[in-house]
């Protein structure tokens, strides 16, 4: 069913799940720096950060028969007790990581937050405009494969799951709507189609689901936490950094992730850098896979804001893509700067926390909290995984 205007009732847990790369972190940096005047209007919106990953995170992929699964999901515990004492107020609960769920998370996850009164809200945008997102995004954190070689394993390589098997669980959307809508009630499902070309309307919509004043929500000044994107070289130095990191059998996480992409992110690239392009071939069964899902999910009978058929349409003059000729200066020297400095902040942080969890081990459990005990409980697997080793070698 489609409509253009709803809102909530008072006690309902508006719960965001994303997807990855909907507009996500736009619009919750929007929920964070309105805190207070949310709840000028009897909106809270959970947990004390920008989104709720930690607790999402926990819910979604923690194993429950581990010391750390454990320790982890008493954050979860600790986030659905903040949100019961919201009481009769509205909710506003937002991270992609929820997408991660599978069928029986997500019922666990509409069960902390008190069974009746939960409602999910799925924003969407086209799936040609989400590949090249999170294609880059996969690099980010580590991944060793060029675009078409990515684009190849994800539609035309059966069953689709190499190089990234989490891709089409979060993005595949008919069946990420029907695994929220199995736990809260198709009533209980929103789909908001996301518009590029009107970036504030994502704004708009949701302070109509929560009943807030138009212009409540608004982009935050500067960068804020925005998720940059890198141009088509860019990208490309991180893919060949993580290659070699991988022969040399190195960790190729925190000091790419947060060294390196962010430092390069600082650097302006010329107007003429190209940008990641999909090929022909993969906008056709993109826009394939795309009418497939939208087919599927008028059929399902959730509410839907916005219109479908956007979801299906493919880019407007598709060009071949351009492979990079080389790697600016400038980039690359952005790229070392930034992984020498997280190889010495990483070296400090790791110090600093050695010397806090032995000042923490040393506390009654019941004067740490949850978080502390996730990071001693993490230490001592650590511990034990190096004696092991040590031993079996």
Same mark, same amino acid.
């Not at 929103?190 to 189609?193: A, D, G, I, K, P």
């Not at 991988?246 to 996480?253: A, Q, S, Y």
């Given at each position: 069913m489609s409509e253009d205007r709803f809102t909530v009732a008072p006690g309902t847990r508006l719960l965001h799940i994303g997807p990855h790369k909907t507009g996500t972190t736009a619009l919750q940096g929007a929920f964070h720096q309105a805190r207070e005047e949310l709840a000028r209007h009897g909106v809270v919106y959970a947990g004390? $950060?920008?989104?709720? %990953?930690? +607790?999402?995170a926990a819910i979604t992929t923690a194993d429950p028969l581990t010391e750390a699964g454990v320790a982890k999901r008493a954050l979860w515990d600790v986030f659905c007790a903040e949100v019961a004492e919201a009481g009769d107020r509205r909710v506003a609960i937002s991270s992609e990581f929820f997408s991660q769920a599978d069928a029986d998370a997500a019922q666990a996850v509409v069960k902390g937050l008190g069974g009746t009164g939960v409602h999910v809200v799925?924003?969407?945008?086209?799936?040609?405009?989400?590949?090249?997102?999170?294609?880059q995004q996969y690099v980010k954190?580590?991944?060793?494969?060029?675009?078409?070689?990515?684009?190849? $394993?994800?539609?035309? %390589?059966? +069953?689709?799951?190499?190089?990234?098997?989490?891709?089409?669980?979060?993005?595949?959307?008919?069946a990420l709507l029907t695994r929220w809508a199995d736990a809260v009630g198709l009533d209980n499902v929103?789909?908001?189609?996301v518009n590029d070309a009107e970036p504030l309307r994502l704004f708009r919509v949701f302070e109509e689901l929560l009943g807030l004043p138009e212009g409540t929500l608004l982009p935050e000044e500067g960068d804020g936490g925005a998720n940059r994107s890198l141009t088509h070289s860019q990208t490309e130095l991180v893919v060949r950094l993580n290659r070699r990191l991988?022969?040399?059998?190195?960790?190729?996480?925190k000091v790419v992730r947060e060294g390196v992409v962010p430092q390069m992110q600082a650097y302006k690239p010329s107007s003429g850098e190209p940008r990641i392009t999909t090929p022909a071939w993969a906008e056709t069964a993109a826009a394939e896979v795309a009418a497939e899902m939208v087919a599927n999910i008028s059929a399902l009978g959730v509410r839907v804001i916005g219109d479908l058929s956007t979801l299906t349409r493919r880019?407007?003059?598709t060009a071949e893509p351009t492979a990079p000729a080389g790697i600016p200066t400038a980039a690359a020297v952005e790229a070392v700067l930034g992984g020498i400095r997280a190889g010495s902040?990483?070296?400090s942080s790791r110090q600093a926390e050695r010397s806090y969890s032995d000042a923490i081990e040393n506390r009654p459990v019941r004067k740490v909290t949850a978080q502390d005990l996730l990071?001693?409980?993490?230490?001592?697997?650590?511990?034990?995984?190096?004696?092991r080793t040590r031993f079996s070698g």
């Open positions: 004390k $950060g920008r989104q709720a %990953k930690e +607790p999402a799925v924003t969407l945008r086209p799936l040609h405009r989400i590949l090249p997102s999170h294609w954190h580590g991944l060793c494969e060029s675009y078409d070689e990515w684009l190849d $394993g994800m539609l035309r %390589k059966p +069953p689709y799951e190499k190089p990234t098997p989490d891709f089409w669980h979060r993005q595949r959307h008919d929103t789909v908001v189609v991988r022969e040399l059998e190195l960790p190729r996480g880019a407007d003059g902040a990483l070296a990071r001693v409980v993490a230490r001592r697997a650590r511990r034990r995984l190096r004696r």
